[in-house]
């Protein structure tokens, strides 16, 4: 009788255990089964203490069991079987591989094993309706574009504008999802670090570097010489980014609600102060005692060095404060990339993911469910949250990195044309940050939407392309606009 397979029987109490093919009971009495036991296969679910469960709880579970295979357990506890929580209204029991979750435009293409997901829009199909409007006849850009987003957007933020933007260009325009964002494929960064050796260790996926690397690969997908590169936000760092790594690409910027901070002039004292001081000095000694030009004299040296003295102590002061800065971010990246750092960026998410996207729009009213399920729906993701945690740790380590000088000190460097747009009130990178930019880029041109909060190429779309429009014929047409500065 072989193959018969001997099922826990429902009516067996809890005191009862089995073991080496005995029955025995809780009070030491033992039964035995015949000795043709062996010719059948005893099976019974793996419980902690390898005990039956009272009649009732068997019996629920026996009437409720799935087919093997299924995945469902009726052994655990009801708290267990519970779903898990959602997540900014978002469910996390059945996350799935970002490429599921595509729409019919999207594409993908791999990148230093990384599937970078992206959408392209070209007006070729558009250029028939194009020839009667008057700037698609003669005034044409031929220049791509290259759309990046900001922190916690996706290749979604775009598309509104997307069609607009490659009407006004007549040529190919292309958004795609930074790593840690959108459908762009999670990866592991420690397993990925460790596929290279001590010479030839890969970028960290999440880091700017990276960012900065995959956009100029989309300038060669696009078959290209050089890109018109339009950042919102956090994606404004990699446009600049961008333009330093290899300028010879980049034909001009267009910044949104650039969350870069310009640094504050620093203006050194005329040197000729301290000379005019003696001259004046040695006028009035002409009238005065020598104990009193001595004294003068002696002065000026005890405040020498007492500025001296004070440099020194400030100078100090400032690599403490860099030196414990540097161990702060060190901790928190640690803290970032354990198991408690994804689980508060889960609650952090959870509690003002969908507040923020609200928060950002001048009116909050407008915010459909709409643009909350575009907003959202990279949390359907696997690993959407460690990837998250590894972005975070990455923008931290950039912040600190001391390799390359400070952006805000290189932004008088930068020679192509560039267009700052930002919203009047915008609450989440003010615009009075963006005036001070403006002020910062040698020639570049400000553009300042009443009425527009954090996201003008959401909010503003016709005011955002005609904005653009004009800054681009401006730029590379073949006749002059009016000023940019006028304020919409």
């Known amino acids: 009788m072989k193959g018969i397979v001997f099922q826990q029987p429902a009516f067996l ?71 898990k929580k959602k997540i900014a209204g978002v469910d996390q029991d059945e996350l799935l591989d970002p490429k599921l979750l ?36 003669s005034h044409k850009i031929g220049l791509p574009i290259i759309l990046l987003h900001g922190f916690g957007a996706s290749v979604f933020s775009w598309s509104r504008v997307m069609k607009r933007l490659a009407e006004v260009t007549a040529s190919k325009v292309l958004a ?22 001590e010479d ?43 333009y330093f790594e290899a300028p010879e690409r980049i034909a001009a910027l267009i910044l949104v609600a650039p969350a870069i901070f310009a640094s504050r002039p620093f203006y050194r004292v005329a040197e000729g102060n301290e000379g005019g001081r003696d001259t004046q000095t040695e006028g009035d000694g002409s009238n005065s005692n020598g104990f009193k030009k001595q004294f003068i004299k002696l002065s000026v040296i005890l405040l ?27 901790v928190l990246s640690a803290i970032l990339r354990s198991d408690f750092g994804v689980m508060l960026i889960r609650m952090l998410i959870d509690k003002f993911g969908t507040a923020a996207v609200r928060f950002a729009w001048y009116d909050s009213k407008q915010v459909s469910e709409h643009v909350l399920d575009g907003y959202t729906k990279p949390l359907r993701a696997k690993g959407w949250d460690k990837a998250l945690a590894e972005f ?13 000088p400070q952006l805000s000190k290189r932004l008088h460097e930068i020679s192509c044309p ?20 403006a002020q910062a880029i040698p020639g570049s ?20 392309v005609s904005v653009v429009e004009m800054f681009l014929k401006r730029a590379f047409g073949d006749f002059e606009e009016p000023s940019l500065q006028a304020v919409i």
């Open 176 to 197: 795609f999802d930074r790593p840690a964002f959108g459908l762009t494929s999670r990866v592991d960064s420690f397993m990925h670090s460790s596929l290279g050796t």
């Open 13 to 83: 109490s809890h005191y009862y255990n089995v073991s080496d093919g005995k029955i025995s009971r809780n009070n030491g009495n033992t039964l035995s089964f015949p000795d043709w036991l062996g010719g059948f296969s005893l099976r019974y679910p793996k419980v902690s203490s390898n005990r039956f469960l009272p009649h009732s709880r068997a019996a629920a579970a026996a009437s409720s069991s799935a087919a093997p295979g299924s995945g469902s357990d009726p052994w655990l506890e009801p708290k267990t079987q519970q779903r």
């Open 392 to 404: 975070t740790a990455a923008t931290l380590a950039y912040s600190e990195s001391g390799s390359k």
């Open 304 to 330: 020498k060095l007492t500025t001296c003295i004070i440099q020194a102590i400030t100078q100090m002061l400032k690599g403490m404060a860099d030196m414990l800065n540097s161990l702060y971010k060190k």
């Open 200 to 242: 030839t260790k890969p970028l960290n996926l999440y880091s700017m570097a990276f960012s900065v690397l995959a956009t100029l690969q989309f300038i060669d997908l696009l078959e290209a010489e050089k890109a018109i590169l339009v950042g919102h936000s956090a994606g404004s760092l990699v446009a600049v980014e961008s």
């Open 418 to 437: 560039v267009l700052i747009v930002t919203g009047d009130s915008d609450r989440i990178v003010p615009s009075w940050n963006a005036k001070k930019l």
């Open 445 to 464: 041109c400000l553009q300042v939407i009443k009425h527009c909060g954090h996201l003008p190429h959401e909010e503003k779309v016709e005011e955002f």
């Open 102 to 137: 595509a729409d019919p435009d999207s594409c993908f293409c791999e990148f230093e094993g990384v599937h970078i997901h992206h959408k392209v829009y070209t007006a070729e199909s558009q250029m028939n309706a194009l020839s009667q409007l008057p700037y698609s006849t």
